[in-house]
C-alpha cells in the first residue's frame, strides 16, 4: 500500500521480516516460546487475536488528546467512537457511572487516582509489597510512596491474611485521603465491603485496584468492588485479555476529577489502538463464554494448588480463592529464583516472589509465584493442572538435574502441541 520505489526510511514498502530480520526473528522467536512454554506468571495471559489486531491497526497513527466532543485535534470521526464504545463496554460489563479508558497502564491509571485526589505530602494507605501489595500502592521506591506520606498495611503472621486491625489503626491514626485495597501477590478474596467500612468511619476515598481480578470479577468468579470503593483502578491485559493498557472506573461524583487528572494532568494523546482493544476485550468479557473462562481459572488454580499440597508444597494461606498460587519454598530449601530459573528450562515460566515475612532478600526471596490464566486460555483444566503440579514438585526436587529438566521441557512442549495458544501465530 506504499508508494513503490521509496526506501522504507521514507515511507516505501516496509515488510517487517524483510525491513529490520534481526528483530522480526526475535519476535518469531518469542511467538514459538509463547507457543511451547507453559506460562504461569499470574499478570500475563494471551490476549485474544482481535485484540492484537487492533493493536496493530492504524489507531497507532491517529493523535486525540482530550475526551469524545472535546478534542485538542480534528479527525476523531472514528476515534471518538471507538473510545465511547469502550467506556459504554466498560460501565455495561461492571455496572459503573464512568469508565476512562485513557491510562497508558496500570502503574499510570494508579498515578492518575493519586494526582485526583491528593497533595504532595498527603497521608495515603496502601497494602505493603511484602505482604502481596503493588510497587503503586505507596512502596518506598515509587513515586507514590515517595510524593505522599505513604502507610502501610500487610497480612497477619498467623494465618497471612489481610490484617484488618492494623488496617483500621493506621486508618484511624492517619486519616488518609485514599485507602487502596487489592493486590499482586494474594491468593484471598479482597473484602471490599470491610475496607470501605474502615474507609467510611476515616472520611477516606476507597481505591480498589484490581490489576490482577478485574477479569474474575466480570466473570463473576470474584466479588465485585462496585457500591464499595468510590474508585476503581485496573490494568486491561491480565485476567481481562485485553491490550496493554489501563482504565480507572468511578461514580458520577468523581467522573471530573478522574479525567482532569488522567489528561491533561498525566499524560497527552490515548494510545488508540489500546481504546479499540479494551473495547473488544469488554465486549468479549461481557459473553457468558468468558462467565465460563473465569471460573475455570479459578478452578484451575485450585486443582494446581491441591496437587502442590498433595506434593508436600507449603502454600501462603494455604490455598487459593483466586487466579494465584503463592508457594514458599523454604521447607524445600530451594530459594524461590534457583527454583523458578530450573523451571524455565524445563519450559515452565513462572516468577520468584517474597513470601509474607520473608528471611531472604527481595532479589532472592524464599517463594514462587504462579497462577493460571494464560494456561486457561489455552483450554487447559483440572486434569492438565495436575501434570503441570506434578511437573513443577519434580522439578523442585531436582533443581540440579538438567537431564530431567530437559526431559520435562519436551514433555511440556508435547502437551502445548495439544492446546494452542489463542493470538499466537505459528509458522506451519
Ligand atoms: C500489575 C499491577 C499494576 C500495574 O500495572 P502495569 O501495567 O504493570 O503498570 C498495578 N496494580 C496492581 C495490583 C497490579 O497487579
Known amino acids: 500500500m506504499s508508494k513503490p520505489g521509496l526506501h522504507p526510511a521514507q515511507g516505501g514498502p516496509a515488510d517487517g521480516a524483510s525491513v529490520d530480520p534481526e528483530i522480526f526473528q526475535l519476535i518469531r522467536a518469542e511467538e514459538r516460546r509463547q507457543h511451547e512454554k507453559l506460562r504461569l506468571i499470574p499478570s500475563e495471559n494471551y490476549a485474544t487475536q482481535a485484540v492484537m489486531q487492533a493493536c496493530g491497526s492504524v489507531l497507532n497513527n491517529k493523535y486525540s488528546e482530550g475526551y469524545a466532543g472535546k478534542r485538542y485535534?480534528?479527525?476523531?470521526?472514528?476515534?471518538?467512537?471507538?473510545?465511547?464504545?469502550?467506556?459504554?463496554?466498560?460501565?455495561?460489563?461492571?455496572?459503573?457511572?464512568?469508565?476512562?479508558?485513557?491510562?497508558?497502564?496500570?502503574?499510570?491509571?494508579?498515578?492518575?487516582?493519586?494526582?485526583?485526589?491528593?497533595?504532595?505530602?498527603?497521608p495515603v494507605l496502601g497494602m505493603g509489597l511484602p505482604s502481596g501489595g503493588h510497587l503503586t500502592h505507596g512502596w518506598?521506591?515509587?513515586?507514590?510512596?515517595?510524593?505522599?506520606?505513604?502507610?502501610?498495611?500487610?497480612?497477619?503472621?498467623?494465618?497471612?491474611?489481610?490484617?484488618?486491625?492494623?488496617?483500621?489503626?493506621?486508618?484511624?491514626?492517619?486519616?488518609?485521603k485514599l485507602l487502596f485495597?487489592?493486590?499482586?501477590?494474594?491468593?484471598?478474596?479482597?473484602?471490599f465491603p470491610k475496607f470501605a467500612e474502615i474507609a467510611k468511619e476515616v472520611g477516606a476515598i476507597l481505591v480498589a485496584d484490581i490489576a490482577h481480578i478485574s477479569?474474575?470479577?466480570?466473570?463473576?468468579?470474584?466479588?465485585?468492588?462496585?457500591?464499595?470503593?468510590?474508585?476503581?483502578?485496573?490494568?486491561?491485559?491480565?485476567?481481562?485479555?485485553?491490550?496493554?493498557?489501563?482504565?480507572?472506573?468511578?461514580?458520577?461524583?468523581?467522573?471530573?476529577?478522574?479525567?482532569?487528572?488522567?489528561?491533561?494532568?498525566?499524560?497527552?494523546?490515548?494510545?488508540?489502538?489500546?481504546?479499540?482493544?479494551?473495547?473488544?476485550?469488554?465486549?468479549?468479557?461481557?459473553?457468558?463464554?468468558?462467565?465460563?473462562?473465569?471460573?475455570?481459572?479459578?478452578?484451575?488454580?485450585?486443582?494446581?494448588?491441591?496437587?502442590?499440597?498433595?506434593?508436600?508444597?507449603?502454600?501462603?494461606?494455604?490455598?487459593?480463592?483466586?487466579?494465584?498460587?503463592?508457594?514458599?519454598?523454604t521447607p524445600q530449601?530451594?530459594?524461590?529464583?534457583?527454583?523458578?530459573?530450573?523451571?524455565?528450562?524445563?519450559?515452565?515460566?513462572?516468577?520468584?516472589?517474597?513470601?509474607?515475612?520473608?528471611?531472604?532478600?527481595?532479589?532472592?526471596?524464599?517463594?514462587i509465584r504462579l497462577g493460571t490464566p494464560a494456561l486457561t486460555s489455552r483450554g487447559m483444566g483440572p486434569a492438565e493442572m495436575k501434570r503441570v503440579g506434578d511437573w513443577i514438585a519434580d522439578v523442585v526436587e531436582h533443581v540440579e538435574d538438567d537431564a530431567r529438566l530437559d526431559r520435562i521441557a519436551g514433555e511440556v512442549r508435547s502437551l502445548c502441541d495439544d492446546f494452542p495458544a489463542p493470538g499466537v501465530p505459528l509458522e506451519s
Open 181 to 191: 485495597c487489592g493486590a499482586t501477590a494474594y491468593p484471598r478474596v479482597i473484602d
Open 73 to 122: 485535534y480534528e479527525g476523531q470521526q472514528e476515534i471518538d467512537k471507538i473510545e465511547t464504545l469502550a467506556i459504554e463496554r466498560l460501565k455495561s460489563l461492571f455496572g459503573v457511572d464512568h469508565a476512562n479508558v485513557q491510562p497508558y497502564s496500570g502503574s499510570p491509571a494508579n498515578l492518575g487516582v493519586y494526582f485526583a485526589f491528593c497533595k504532595p505530602g498527603d
Open 333 to 367: 530449601k530451594v530459594p524461590g529464583k534457583v527454583a523458578a530459573r530450573a523451571l524455565d528450562r524445563a519450559g515452565i515460566v513462572m516468577n520468584y516472589n517474597s513470601v509474607p515475612f520473608d528471611t531472604r532478600k527481595p532479589f532472592d526471596p524464599s517463594g
Open 215 to 329: 477479569g474474575l470479577v466480570a466473570g463473576g468468579a470474584h466479588p465485585s468492588p462496585v457500591g464499595f470503593a468510590e474508585v476503581i483502578s485496573s490494568t486491561t491485559h491480565k485476567t481481562l485479555r485485553g491490550p496493554r493498557g489501563g482504565m480507572i472506573l468511578c461514580n458520577r461524583e468523581h467522573q471530573k476529577a478522574i479525567d482532569k487528572s488522567v489528561f491533561p494532568g498525566l499524560q497527552g494523546g490515548p494510545h488508540n489502538g489500546t481504546t479499540a482493544g479494551i473495547a473488544i476485550a469488554a465486549k468479549l468479557a461481557a459473553t457468558d463464554e468468558f462467565k465460563a473462562y473465569a471460573h475455570a481459572i479459578v478452578d484451575n488454580a485450585r486443582a494446581l494448588a491441591e496437587t502442590l499440597l498433595g506434593r508436600g508444597f507449603s502454600l501462603v494461606t494455604g490455598g487459593t480463592d483466586n487466579h494465584l498460587v503463592l508457594c514458599d519454598l
Open 140 to 176: 518506598k521506591v515509587s513515586i507514590s510512596g515517595s510524593y505522599f506520606n505513604a502507610l502501610q498495611y500487610g497480612v497477619r503472621k498467623e494465618d497471612h491474611r489481610i490484617d484488618f486491625d492494623e488496617v483500621a489503626r493506621l486508618a484511624r491514626e492517619h486519616r488518609p
